[in-house]
Structures are given as C-alpha cells and as structure tokens.
C-alpha cells in the first residue's frame, strides 16, 4: 500500500501543470474547433454553417494572397536566423577575447519585447523621422520610403524579426557546440582535415537535432508573428506586410466573426504541422539520426 502511494507522488507534482495545461490549452483548443464551424460575431448565437467557413476560405483570392506573403516572409526569415544564430554560435564559442561579454551583448534582443523591438524599428526606419534617412538627408541623398514602399517594408520588417531572435537560437546552437566532444576535431586535425570540412563533416550533422528544435520553433514564431508586425508597419503599406495571424485578428475582432477567424487558425494549425513533418524528414530526425 505504501509503495503505491509513493509511486503516485512524481503524479501529484506534474498534476498542477497538467490541469493547467488543459484548462487553458486544450479545452480553448476544442471550442475554437468548435467554433470553426458556425458563424458567430460573439453578440448573437452561434449559427452552426457546416464547413462553410473552410469553403469560403480556399476559396478566397485574399486568403491565398495572404498566405503567399506569409509563406514569402517565412521562408527568409527562418534561414536567415538559421544562418546567422549559428554564425554567431561559432563566433562565441571560440577563443575570441571577451567572449562572454559578446554572448551577452548578442542576446540582449532576445530579452526586449516585441512592442519594443517594433516601436525602436520605427523610430531607426521612419519615413520622415527616422535616424536611417536622417543621415541620408545630411549627406546629400535622397530619403528612402522604409515603411510605406511594399518591399521596402517587408525588407525592414525580415530584418527586425533576425535581429530580435537571432540571440535566442544563438544560445541553443552554443549549448549544441559545446555538446560536441574535442575528440572528434583533435581526430581530424591529425588526418590533416581544415576546419570547412571539420564544420561540414563534424560540427554540422551534430547539430542535427539542435537544428531542429531551432527550425521549428522559429517556424511557428514566423507564423505567429503578430505584436512586432502591428507596431513597426501595423501591416501595411496597404496589406504588404499583412501575415495570417493579422488576418485571423481582423477577422475576429475588427468584422466580428470569430467562426470565420477559427476556421482560419485551424488552417494555419494544419500549415504548421505539415511544415514540421517536412522539417523534421528534411533533418533526418526520428529515423536513425540517434544510432
């Protein structure tokens, strides 16, 4: 009797996480399910319209236009934080002088808010305020429209999103370099291998489930991507920096349509999922990565 007690103790300590977990994860995940298949502008009752919704959203020429921008905005900004991150990873982990000093200086965005980050954005990239085309002024040039010329803007906004996450990942493939046993590279040194084809053949396939975790976490960031956008563009000009979740926030809260806006993120759940399955094949994870 008493060993069942004990055994039942590791129980009681995740029990709070997972009744939270449920409460305020898995049942608003339900009911926005729910949700998707009735029209319901949140005064009146829920109208139940079947797949309605999902009809009228593949069927809408500025769903698509949407995701393409979205997708467009993903597929940059996820290697490019991929590269840099790793970059920076390699920089920190060598013998370089004040190196901690440079971990710390280079993870310092990952600590600011999103409202901050977007908000300092503005103020660098400002049409008409903007330190950026202040200095072109004072040096004779003519100042660039960052935030209202549609790729222009879309160029600053990718910036911002590196910039702001870059140190975050970075500390991820830092832990994954300093996981990596000194054997490996005291071995190739001595078979005459340079240090390109020491990343290529050690460092890198090493970094394989590192890797992942960094991909899919900055894929469903990039996907996600909400507070920054509306601070620094607030999705425009016109609708060029306008991503899906900014749709689904004005679906629901701006025309009042939460069963249209439910339908939408449970498309965009299916989106993610389907990019981490291709992630995850495109890493090797999950087969024979570990043996």
Not at 10 to 27: E, K, T
Not at 106 to 121: E, K
């Amino acid at each position: 009797m008493k060993s069942k007690r004990l055994q039942l103790i590791p129980y009681l300590f995740i029990l709070p996480n997972v009744v939270i977990f449920l409460v305020f994860v898995v049942v608003p995940a339900l009911y926005g399910f729910a949700l998707s298949f009735t029209r319901w502008d949140v005064i009146s009752e829920p109208v139940f319209v079947g797949v309605g919704n999902y009809i009228s959203i593949f069927t809408s020429s500025s769903f698509w236009e949407t995701t393409q921008r979205t997708l467009v905005y993903v597929l940059t900004v996820v290697p490019l934080t991929y590269v840099v991150s790793l970059l920076l990873a390699l920089l920190v982990d060598s013998n370089m002088r004040l190196r901690t000093l440079m971990r710390a200086f280079f993870y310092v965005p990952a600590m600011l808010s999103a409202v901050v980050i977007g908000v300092s954005w503005r103020w660098i990239f400002g049409d008409y305020f903007g330190i950026i085309n202040y200095f072109i002024e004072r040096y004779g040039g003519t100042p660039i429209n960052w935030l209202t010329t549609p790729g222009w803007a879309m160029l600053v906004v990718i910036l911002a999103s590196v910039w702001a996450r870059a140190g975050y990942y970075m500390v991820m493939f830092l832990a994954g370099l300093q996981g990596i046993p000194e054997v490996y590279y005291e071995a190739a040194k001595i078979d005459g291998a340079s240090r390109w084809q020491q990343f290529w053949r050690i460092t890198l396939p090493l970094l394989k489930p590192t890797s992942l975790v960094v991909l899919v976490l900055c894929s469903i960031e990039s996907f996600k991507v909400f507070d920054l956008i509306v601070t620094l563009t607030t999705g425009g000009p016109g609708r060029a920096t306008t991503f899906l979740v900014q749709d689904i926030y004005r679906w629901a809260f701006q025309r009042g349509d939460l069963g249209y806006a439910s339908a939408m993120s449970v498309v965009l759940l299916l989106i993610l999922g389907l990019l981490t399955v291709f992630q995850f094949r495109l890493t090797g994870i999950g087969g024979d990565a570990y043996e």
